[in-house]
């Protein structure tokens, strides 16, 4: 949770440091679970996320995109749902209640992954 003087800087400055907020733990579960989601995305027998796709067409250096995570693991549906990380967005943005619209992870294998060039979300 964040604190008063922490709300009132993201108020003043669009933005704040909340520190950290997955312990390693936490990020050991999720990296693993990423890795799983890759390896059985051609299983039909378990739930899949939306989109799990490979966007280099150089198969060595892969670029994976995931999105809705949340629905094929469920550590990623507590991280989404039921974590510190909503509760941070909730107090931030005002809201009583919040909706997803969709999650979106771009992984790339360390030191053999694609080139993902620079570009921003948002103006």
Not at 84 to 103: K, P, S, V, Y
Not at 105 to 114: E, L, R, S, V
């Amino acid at each position: 949770m964040l604190n008063e003087q922490q709300l009132d800087l993201y108020r003043r400055n669009g933005f704040v440091n909340g520190g950290p907020v997955l312990d390693d733990a936490t990020v050991e579960v999720l990296r693993a679970e990423v890795l799983r989601v890759i390896d059985e995305r051609e299983r039909t027998d378990i739930p899949q996320p939306v989109l799990c796709r490979n966007l280099n067409s150089d198969e060595s250096a892969p670029i994976w995109q995931i999105v809705n995570i949340y629905e094929a693991s469920p550590a990623f549906k507590e991280l989404v749902m039921g974590s510190a990380i909503a509760e941070m967005a909730a107090q931030l943005t005002g809201a009583n209640e919040l909706r997803i619209w969709h999650d979106q992870i771009q992984y790339k294998p360390q030191a053999q992954g694609g080139r993902l060039h620079w570009h921003q979300d948002s103006p």
